[in-house]
């Protein structure tokens, strides 16, 4: 198989994987909030960083993802 095709099915499982970690930051920031956990809380604090850190990471491993995918299917019409 050729290595961008494998590469963008490796980008693929680690997306998925990271939205599910994603998904778990924010429901446990929405569980916080539920609890009523102040806002300005060291808990609520690290929640939201863990959130936004992995927020980043998907948004920049998404856009390689799109741009890999974008090139493999480019050559693949040719």
């Not at 909030?33 to 809380?41: A, L």
């Not at 990471?57 to 390689?64: N, R, Y």
């Amino acid at each position: 198989m050729d290595y961008r095709k494998e590469l963008l099915l490796a980008s693929a499982a680690r997306l998925y994987s990271l939205g599910v970690d994603l998904e778990a930051t924010r429901f446990r920031l929405k569980e916080l909030v539920e609890q009523g956990v102040g806002y300005d809380s060291d808990e609520m604090i690290q929640a939201y960083r863990d959130f936004k850190e992995l927020d980043q990471q998907w948004k920049t491993l998404e856009q390689q993802y799109l741009e890999l995918r974008d090139e493999v299917v480019k050559d693949g019409q040719n």
